[in-house]
Nanobody
Framework: QVQLVESGGGSVQAGGSLRPSCAVF????????IGWFRQAPGKEREGVAR????????YYADSVKGRFTISQDNAKNTLYLQMNSLKPEDAAMYYC????????????????WGQGTQVTVSS
């Protein structure tokens, strides 16, 4: 069983930065992936970034490449999402999630979800 608790969202102006965190409770083994999703009102949930635990490979959505960086601190059991150069279209509820492969490749199949942290970006 895995529990995920996000924090660190907030409100910034366009061009600003935020770094939400995800505290991970439970066992994340090397057959899993862990990452961030977001969902804005009236839009579908979007996979933003993820890490594969069997080697650290990362994936980013095209919309955030070059601006967002996913990282993990294993000693603190914490996942981060450094978000720079934020745009109004980045505003959404951001969710931390984890799953076993091969569900990693299907956004709707991930098993474990946090409660979300809100990110607001004003123009």
């Amino acid at each position: 069983q895995v529990q995920l608790v996000e924090s660190g969202g907030g409100s910034v102006q366009a061009g600003g930065s935020l770094r939400p965190s995800c505290a991970v409770f439970g066992n994340i083994d090397n057959t899993m992936c862990i990452g961030w999703f977001r969902q804005a009102p009236g839009k579908e949930r979007e996979g933003v970034a993820r890490i594969y635990t069997d080697g650290g490979a990362t994936y980013y959505a095209d919309s955030v490449k070059g601006r967002f960086t996913i990282s993990q601190d294993n000693a603190k059991n914490t996942l981060y999402l450094q978000m720079n150069s934020l745009k109004p279209e980045d505003a959404a509820m951001y969710y931390c999630a984890a799953s076993y492969r091969p569900a990693c490749y299907y956004n709707n199949a991930w098993e474990y979800w946090g409660q979300g942290t809100q990110v607001t970006v004003s123009s």
